[in-house]
């Protein structure tokens, strides 16, 4: 019979061994479920402003209510990204130094790719 040498502290908080299984898994769920109402806004609006002339199409992404809507879509896109490739990173590449590089490379391409499409979001809202 073996005993379980976690604390109760450590089983109620449900952490793994690396101490962030589950948040990791949250998060990933957490931006999943986000990205739904996000993407059918964002259809939405590619929808409305299909066929437009580009001042029209300006306007509409300048509001404010339709550049909140894209802003947060691409940071959940982002970090949803960024989480499902660290998955993928932590299976599949292996080595002491390959897998810290790409978990590196998957943080900063996450971050610019994210840092990119809100600059250009908030360039389009304030008229730049």
């Not at 990205?35 to 609006?45: C, E, G, R």
Request: with cysteine.
């Amino acid at each position: 019979m073996a005993s379980d040498m976690r604390t109760p502290l450590h089983r109620v908080l449900g952490l793994g061994s690396s101490h962030s299984g589950t948040l990791h898994f949250w998060r990933q769920r957490v931006t999943g479920l986000a990205n739904i109402p996000l993407t059918i806004a964002f259809v939405i609006i590619v929808i409305c402003i299909a066929g437009r002339p580009y001042g029209e199409v300006v306007d509409v992404l300048s509001s404010p209510v339709i550049a909140i809507i894209l802003a947060l879509m691409m940071l959940s896109i982002a970090v949803h990204m960024r989480l499902g490739m660290q998955v993928v990173i932590e299976d599949y590449v292996h080595g002491p130094v390959a897998r810290p590089l790409a978990l590196i490379a998957n943080t900063f391409f996450a971050f610019v790719i994210g840092a990119g499409s809100i600059f250009a979001i908030l360039k389009l809202a304030f008229g730049g």
